[in-house]
């Protein structure tokens, strides 16, 4: 079956940093996916993972452990604005379907 | 990338009756997906659109209550029909993207609520 793991909700502060976990076991496997996804607003693809380790991008990086079925997302330098649920995301093998987590809500505060 | 436009973005709807939602992207994408967002919940895949065939739809949902088209590789339609209350939600078509990787594409979602 097809199960994709990540705590419901996480609090940080401005300008520190966050790491949001998400662990899988999923069927198929094509890769790993996060989403951010404001309030009342399509999510945003963020970072894609299909080889084991970590991939820098700005304030935000994403690894991967294929052995252990883990992910996590990394925020540095967390602003207001990075308030938002994160989405853990896996591609499955056979027809290029996404399998999403419940997501991460993750508040912000000054 | 791709640039998807749906419509409508939202809607107000009486129950017992049908709302064909429209997803209409700027180029021709092999993938067209159709997903709902319960409140305060993440992404559940309805059903995977496919040109020229019928749909894929996932455990738990079925073409005679969401009906969907793919005329072609540009376009789709998932109607949602009969509607009750527990068909109030986000309806969002994604496509696929094959390339380096297979990142999905949103397009802005519809906000049906029924009353």
């Known amino acids: 079956g097809q199960n994709i793991d990540q705590p419901t909700e996480m609090t940080a502060t401005e300008g520190a940093i966050v790491q949001i976990n998400c662990t899988y076991q999923t069927s198929g496997f094509n890769g790993l996916f996060w989403y951010q996804q404001h309030a009342g607003e399509a999510p945003t693809f963020l970072s894609y993972n299909v080889l084991d380790g970590l991939e820098e991008k700005g304030r935000f990086s994403s690894f991967l452990s294929r052995s252990k079925g883990y992910s996590y997302l990394l925020l540095k330098e967390l602003q207001m604005k990075d308030s938002a649920s994160y989405l853990c995301a896996v591609g499955d093998t056979g027809g290029f379907k996404t399998i999403f987590g419940a997501g991460t809500r993750l508040f912000v505060k000054a | 990338s791709a640039v998807i436009s749906q419509k409508p973005s939202r809607d107000i709807c009486q129950r017992g009756t049908s709302l064909t939602i429209q997803c209409q992207v700027d180029?021709?994408?092999?993938?067209m997906f159709w997903y709902r967002q319960q409140p305060g919940q993440s992404l559940t895949l309805i059903a995977t659109?496919?040109?020229?065939?019928?749909?894929?739809?996932e455990s738990g949902f079925v073409i005679d209550k969401f009906p969907i088209s793919r005329p072609n590789l540009t376009f789709s339609t998932l109607t949602v029909s009969n509607m009750s209350p527990e068909d109030s939600s986000i309806y969002l078509c994604?496509?696929?993207?094959?390339?380096?990787?297979?990142?999905?594409?949103f397009g802005q979602g519809t906000r049906l609520t029924v009353v």
């Open positions: 659109a496919n040109q020229g065939s019928e749909a894929t739809y």
């Open positions: 994604s496509v696929g993207v094959q390339g380096g990787n297979t990142e999905a594409f």
């Open positions: 180029s021709q994408v092999t993938m």
